[in-house]
């Protein structure tokens, strides 16, 4: 999955955000996970088998509008509630969660976190592991925020969450 936070949009409130910013952020970080989607779940369904993680944000959980990015923080809402829409529609065994990974160095940050190589080392595994969690039916539709299952596997939490 792709994210922007969207450039001009820091420090303003929403109402003063240029449309131009709020369809760009809208048009990578939800209307690609729908296109997505779109094109892979048939395949998966048809092949019986698949797990789709998007990623969201802590933002996706809170209003995190402190900084002035509430355009980002909205768009992770919306990653957050397509994953559970899709998760109620989809049959089994195929699973959808929302994965909030939590503060990576991007673009977006310049915060001495690790950065996308070093985020890997901790959330792939998890990512990885789901699919065959015991526990993997639950988690279908379920916000997972830096990957912990207690059922089967770890928590990949070292660094804070936001």
């Known amino acids: ?14 109402w003063e955000v240029p449309k131009e910013t709020w369809d760009s952020v809208m048009d990578v970080n939800v209307h690609g ?8 779940v048939p395949a998966m369904v048809e092949a019986g088998s698949g797990l789709i993680v998007n990623v969201s944000s802590g933002t ?14 909205t768009s992770k809402w919306c990653v957050e509630s397509i994953s559970k829409c899709v998760a109620m529609t989809l049959p089994e065994p ?16 310049d915060a001495d976190v690790p950065d996308a190589t070093e985020w890997a ?7 990885l592991n789901l699919g065959d969690c ?9 916000s997972v925020v830096g990957g912990h299952c207690s ?9 804070e969450m936001i």
């Not at 080392?121 to 990512?127: D, E």
């Open 151 to 159: 059922e089967c596997f770890l928590d990949t939490t070292p660094y």
């Open 94 to 109: 195929l699973i959808c969660v929302p994965f909030a990974p939590g503060v990576v160095r991007t673009e977006m940050t």
């Open 1 to 14: 999955n792709a994210g922007v936070s969207g450039d001009g949009a820091q420090g303003l409130p929403l």
């Open 121 to 127: 080392v901790i959330a792939a595994p998890f990512i």
């Open 33 to 40: 996970i729908l296109n997505m989607m779109r094109h892979i």
């Open 60 to 73: 996706g959980h809170s209003t995190f509008d402190s900084t002035g990015n509430g355009v980002y923080s």
């Open 134 to 142: 015991p526990a993997r039916e639950e988690f279908n539709g379920t």
